[in-house]
C-alpha cells in the first residue's frame, strides 16, 4: 500500500515561544525513541508520512493542531533534538532558506551512515522530484516554502512538505513515502484539505495518464514548434488552433477555459535544452533542471486542447479539514487511521522516560486529538 497525503492549514504568524519548543523537544526525544524500539526506523518513517499519525504526534508534543506550524516547528523540533547517529534516521531540510541546503544535509547525514554515494544520489533525487511534482505536476494554488526529507541509515525515506496559498491564508501539507509505487501516478493517498474546489492541473491523476506520454512526444516535435503551439493558446478561441489538427479530431474539454489561461512566463530556452537533451518520458522532462510550472502548464494544454488527450482539473484531495468530513464529503472520517496512531502514541507515552505530569499532558491532548470522532 502507498503511503503520503496532504492537508490545508490556516496560516499562523510568528514564532513558537521558547518555553513550547523547549517542552516539544523535551518530550519528542523520548517519545521516539520508544518508536524506534517498537517499529524500527523504517516504521517510524511510515508512520511520519501518515497525516494523521504527523498530526497526533504534534498534538502530544502540545502543539496547536490546526496551525500551519504543526508541519514548520515539528519537524524543526526533531531535526534538531534527534542524533541521526544515535537513532539511526535524519531531518535534512526545513523551512525557507533552510529547505534549500537538503541536498547538502542529505550529503552530510548519509555518510554519517555509512550510505554508499548512489544511495545518497537516489535520495538527493527523491527530494528534488517530489519537490517538482508537488508544484508544477500538481498545480493547486501553493506555493512550496517548506521542505524536509527524512531518511534512516536504510536508505528508507519519508518527505514532508508545505505550500502557502497567500489569497486564501492556509498552507497544504504534503506527505511522501518510499512505499509508493512511483513518483508520478497518484502518489498521494491520504489528501487532507480545508479547501476542496480549487481549479487545479493535476498530471498525477490516473486520468491524466495519456497527457503525460503525449507530452515527450509534442517536445519531439522541436522548439520553434512548440513555442508557436503554447502561444496559440494565449487565446483559446483564436482561428489559428484549427491550423495544426484537422476539427473533425479535436476533443471537447471538460473544464472551464479560464482553468487553461497560460502563465505569461515562459523559458523558451528550456524547451530547445529538452529537445535536445532527447528525454524520453514525463518523469524526466518533469525534473529537468529549469523546467518550471509554467512550461509544464503549457505542454499539458497542448496535450489537452490540440491533441485531445484527457486531462485533469481536478484538486486531489481526499479529506476535508483535519480528518475527513462529518457529512461524508469529500470522504468519510477515517476513525480507524486516527485511533490507529492514538494507540501507537499513547503506548509510547507511557513507556517513555518522562514525568508523570508530562505523561497525563500527553495523554490529554491525544485525547484533544481524537475530539468528536472518538465514538464507538
Known amino acids: 500500500m502507498r503511503h503520503s497525503g496532504s492537508m490545508d492549514l490556516p496560516l499562523h504568524g510568528g514564532k513558537a515561544p521558547y518555553w513550547l519548543l523547549k517542552r516539544m523537544k523535551k518530550l519528542s526525544k523520548p517519545i521516539l ?8 526506523t523504517e516504521g517510524l518513517l511510515e508512520r511520519l508520512s501518515d497525516p494523521f499519525f504527523f498530526q497526533a504526534l504534534s498534538c502530544v508534543l502540545a502543539f496547536d493542531w490546526h496551525s500551519s506550524g504543526t508541519t514548520t516547528v515539528l519537524t524543526g ?13 535524519g531531518f535534512a531540510g526545513g523551512k525557507g ?38 508544484s508544477a505536476a500538481i498545480q493547486d494554488g501553493f506555493d512550496l516554502y517548506h521542505h ?19 489569497e486564501g491564508g492556509y498552507a497544504r501539507r504534503y506527505h511522501w513515502s518510499n512505499r509508493i509505487g512511483n513518483y508520478i501516478e497518484e502518489p ?12 487545479t492541473l493535476d498530471l498525477t491523476s490516473k486520468d491524466s495518464a495519456e497527457a503525460r506520454d503525449i ?5 519531439k516535435e522541436g522548439p520553434s514548434r512548440v513555442q508557436r503551439l503554447i502561444e496559440s493558446l494565449t487565446d483559446i478561441n483564436q482561428t489559428s488552433l484549427m491550423s495544426f489538427i484537422d476539427e473533425s479530431n479535436i476533443i471537447n474539454t ?27 518520458n514525463f518523469e524526466d ?16 494544454l497542448i496535450s489537452e486542447l490540440i491533441y485531445g488527450a484527457a486531462l485533469s482539473w481536478k484538486d486531489p484531495v481526499k479529506y476535508s479539514f483535519a480528518f475527513g468530513g462529518k457529512d461524508g464529503v469529500p470522504r468519510p472520517v477515517n476513525r480507524k487511521g486516527m485511533n490507529d496512531a492514538a494507540e501507537i502514541l499513547s503506548n509510547a507515552i507511557k513507556e517513555a522516560k518522562i514525568g508523570n505530569e508530562d505523561k497525563i499532558k500527553s495523554l490529554k491532548n491525544l485525547r484533544i486529538f481524537l475530539g468528536p470522532y472518538n465514538e464507538n
Open 148 to 166: 524536509v526529507t527524512i531518511f534512516s541509515d536504510k536508505g528508507g525515506w519519508s518527505v514532508v512538505q508545505q505550500g502557502l496559498n497567500v
Open 77 to 89: 523540533v526533531l531535526k534538531s533534538s534527534i542524533d541521526p547517529e544515535e537513532f539511526g534516521i
Open 33 to 40: 525513541e520508544i518508536l524506534i524500539y517498537e517499529y524500527g
Open 188 to 199: 498521494h493517498t491520504g489528501i487532507v484539505s480545508d479547501i476542496i474546489k480549487i481549479k
Open 215 to 219: 507530452i515527450p512526444d509534442i517536445l
Open 254 to 280: 471538460s473544464h472551464n477555459f479560464d482553468v487553461a489561461v497560460l502563465p505569461k512566463r515562459v523559458n523558451w530556452n528550456i524547451l530547445r535544452d529538452i529537445y535536445e537533451a532527447d528525454l524520453n
Open 97 to 134: 532558506k533552510n529547505s534549500k541546503n537538503t541536498l547538502l544535509d542529505i550529503e552530510m547525514i548519509g555518510s554519517q551512515f555509512g550510505l554508499s554515494d548512489k544511495k545518497i544520489k537516489e535520495l538527493q533525487y527523491t527530494s528534488k522530484i517530489t519537490a517538482k511534482i508537488d
Open 285 to 300: 522532462i518533469l525534473a529537468f533542471k529549469g523546467v518550471g510550472r509554467s512550461t509544464i502548464k503549457g505542454l499539458a
